[in-house]
């Protein structure tokens, strides 16, 4: 069956703001006005849901969507490092951050490596397409949304670190399991 899956990435936070890996930390007062802006081009859907993270679920609220959170799309869990900078983190363990940068099977962290990231929200994506079919719209990490792209491409892993993800960007999917065309990244402040 024929799905549009959008996946909305959140609001900045101030823990991303300072080049942290998030924490879990609210969005502030500046974030919640950005996404209260955008509600009104935000696409409509059947479904919506959110990752479990909190800028994900503030986010959502934000955007006036009584989102469902779903604990199969949450962020790429980063172990040891949450809440730590990269400068932190490349001056104590500088080989743990190239080997994370550069292997998409290493997991120096001790959470999740890319590539399992990416095995796991392709197999959400294709359960979408098992599914009910019409428009599923949620919000989610920019690692997600990259996770999503290499499956739907059937992109090398190692491409993950190259693609950009805006904060309040749609990137759309549509197909069905197995055939995926992609939409990247409008602004939500764009109208279609």
Sequence with gaps: MTVRVMLVSPVTNPALQNPRFDDGTSLDAAGLRQ?????????????????PAARCRETADALGLEASPTAALAGLDVGQWTGRT???????????VAAWLSDPDAAPHGGESVAALVERIGGWLEGQAGGPGGRVLAVVEPAVVRAAAVHALGLPTAVFWRLDVLPLSVTSFSGRSGRWNLRVGRPLAEKN
Excluded at 35 to 42: I, M, Q, T, V, Y
């Design 35 to 51: 996404a209260r802006a955008a509600a009104d081009s935000l696409p409509g859907a059947d479904r919506y849901l959110c990752a």
């Design 86 to 96: 990269l400068d932190d983190v490349a001056a104590a363990a500088p080989g743990g």
